[in-house]
């Protein structure tokens, strides 16, 4: 296996997390941390949320975008507004919305079994109205040229739906869920399940596993002066893996890609820290658990 290395001033490594306001997409939120930052170093983020959407976005600087895939996997949980008795192409209210025609008006009993249905390890839907990509292009371009979308339902993980409030036509719910899950789909499924159809009026993501909306920074406050404050280490990418600690010697060697000794599960993988506290390196046990050989090497 190949070993990654990059290397760049520890000032611009790290993780933003950062609290989108509506309006923006995620690449203008990019876009503006990227105005902070050298020219050369990347930054990138861990999860789209859509222009209507609010709440946490994390974005990666410098060698850290190299853990984007681990941020990427950590649970997440949203609040979200439901509008019951109406459907739309995109399944929220930035799309066409029809309201449905004398809609029956579902008891809250009915709506508690109806999110019964979407919760644990389901096949879902995603939107047409997606950034996922049919034949190389994106399925939003694809549906607003007219094209026919087909995308085959996806195994998805929601682990709790607890509603907030119902007032019909609106229903106010807060979801944990995994990787790939569409709150929009969410909505449309509960709605065809009571009959009524149902979009998505608001969405707000309160967490992505350790970054919480509350500590989140607003991109409007973020300047070059606030930047290094606003920055939080690459460590809490994998706040899950075993760290090891390297003294100068294992950081030398790590930083040409060479295996250090160190225990550890075989095959396992670690978290290797540099003396200075840094994440260094992310690396791979041995077969028999008695050294780490690194690949991922932030540098």
Known sequence: MSVEIVSVKPEWEGILNVDKPPGL???????????????????????????????????????ATRLIEYVQRMGKTYRSTFRLGARSDTHDVDGTVVATVDPQVPTLAEIEEALASQIGEILQQPPEYSALKVAGRRAYDLARAGEVVELAPRPVHVGRIQILG???PRLEVEIDCGSGTYIRSIARD??????????????????????AQEEAVAPDDLDRDSFADALRPALDAVPDLPRIALDEGQTADVLLGRRVVAEAPAGSQVALVAPDGRLLALGEAGPEGLWIQPRKVLG
Do not use: Q
């Not at 941390?33 to 959407?53: E, F, N, Q, Y």
């Not at 709605?191 to 608001?202: I, Q, W, Y």
């Open 166 to 168: 119902y007032d019909w």
């Open 25 to 63: 997409t995620s690449r203008d939120v990019v876009n503006r941390v990227g105005r902070l930052l050298p020219k050369r170093v990347k930054a990138g983020h861990a999860g789209t949320l859509d222009p209507l959407a609010t709440g946490v976005l994390v974005v990666c600087i410098g060698p």
């Open 190 to 211: 509960v709605g065809e399940a009571l009959g009524c159809g149902a979009l998505m009026e608001t969405l707000v993501r309160t967490r992505i596993g350790v970054f």
